[in-house]
């Protein structure tokens, strides 16, 4: 007989991030990315494995990033990337994050060199966040989890608590009780801040505003709750909080891609004759 426990001696929970692109760039002098496009609220996580890259940053000057290190950023206020010197070669992740942000942003952090797990990982990143299955998508995203929490475990430096830090952390466990609605002037009384500090704070921990990231959990909530049957689209909407069937359909079409209708004829109770 065994009985063994093993106990966290602090804090272990795991924000939960939605990878969107993969980057396998191996680049020659003469790169260069003058960015034109930009998508709020994601991240960039760049992990350099040889050679030396070159960031700029509105309003944060320039980063350089050498030999093998990780650095995230801010994707919206990354206007130009290139090659400084011969080669600079990279892989490049977007993505989001929900839950404060476990890294720091626009640091380089120098990291021993890749081991084979990373590059197995990465096939399998790269094979699944392509896949027609929801199912294995959300698994590429769960494998990026672990690569770069694996890559920060490595790191030497410190990552020190924000101020704030356990104020947003109990909003956002507060986000995921009440799907169903939750103003702004509530999630400021549980954080005790005045409403526009409190937004500013949420926004510097999370990328995006209290609204777009409880809307965002709302609708992936959704996603859930159709792909395992748990109820229909009209019982989701009501469930969710919003106000009719087409206000959630419209958003839901609007995040996700495809209508909720969708989500659910992809459920457990579909009628699958493969």
Known sequence: MKNQCVRASGGSLVG????????????????????????PGSLIAIRTLSGTGNMVLEGMG????????????????????FCFGEVWNFW???FNMYGSLPFPLHKVMRLPQLQEEDSADLAECQSFLVSASSVKRILASSVFCTM???WLSLWDGEIRK???QNEIDAVIAEMHKRLDGFSLSEMARIAGLGE????????????????KYHD???????????R?????????????????????????KMYHGYAPSRAAAEGPNRNDNR
């Open 16 to 39: 939960s991030a939605e990878l969107k692109t993969i980057w396998e760039v191996e680049a020659v002098s003469g790169y260069d990315c003058v960015k034109g496009w930009k998508s």
């Open 228 to 252: 395992q049957g748990v109820c229909n689209v009209g019982e989701a909407a009501e469930s969710l909080g919003f106000s009719s069937l087409f206000h959630f359909s419209r958003a839901f």
């Open 92 to 94: 490049w992740f977007e």
């Open 62 to 81: 320039k980063i350089e990033a050498d030999g093998s290190s990780l650095v995230f950023v801010e994707e919206n206020k990354l206007k130009r990337y």
């Open 148 to 150: 770069f929490y694996r």
């Open 196 to 211: 526009r500090r409190f937004r500013q704070i949420f926004i510097q921990r999370t990328g995006c505003s209290p609204k």
């Open 162 to 164: 924000t101020p704030y």
């Open 216 to 226: 965002r959990l709302r609708l992936q909530t959704g996603d859930i709750w159709l």
